[in-house]
């Protein structure tokens, strides 16, 4: 299994940004694909998911109304678009898949322990 995180930059404050999870190696209808991110000096935080099936997605409350996670069965890509981004927002953005009962809930699916797969990393830096 391959994930591959794409479309982070540097960017001004109140800006945009879409990150891009390609997804490959098996086949993942009944998995989450979520986005965690961690700045430096500080653990990686919950971003957002979204189940393959069905779309239900969790937005972590600081990026709640800023965010839009999204999926494309046809590309095996998970979207994160971001707007109105802010200094805060700066950290490395890490995609993950997993499938595990553990995410059966909200509780589950935030946490970073139920997840499997994990990409890269891809560097958000908002400038002020």
């Known amino acids: 299994v391959q994930l591959q995180a794409s479309g982070g930059g540097l960017v001004q404050a109140g800006g945009s940004l879409r990150l891009s999870c390609a997804a490959s190696g098996r086949t993942f209808s009944s998995y989450f694909i979520a986005w965690f991110r961690q700045a430096p000096g500080k653990e990686r935080e919950f971003v957002a998911a979204?189940?393959?099936?069905?779309?239900?997605?969790y937005y972590a409350d600081s990026v709640q109304g800023r965010s839009t996670i999204s999926r494309d069965n046809a590309k095996s890509t998970v979207y994160l678009q971001m707007n109105s981004l802010k200094p805060e927002d700066t950290a490395v953005y890490y995609c993950?898949?997993?499938?595990?009962?553990?995410?059966?809930?909200?509780?589950?699916?935030?946490?970073?322990?139920?997840?499997?797969?994990w990409g890269q990393g891809t560097q958000v830096t908002v400038s002020s």
């Open positions: 993950a898949a997993g499938g595990s009962l553990v995410l059966s809930n909200r509780r589950g699916v935030v946490g970073a322990g139920g997840y499997d797969y």
């Open positions: 979204i189940r393959w099936t069905g779309g239900i997605t």
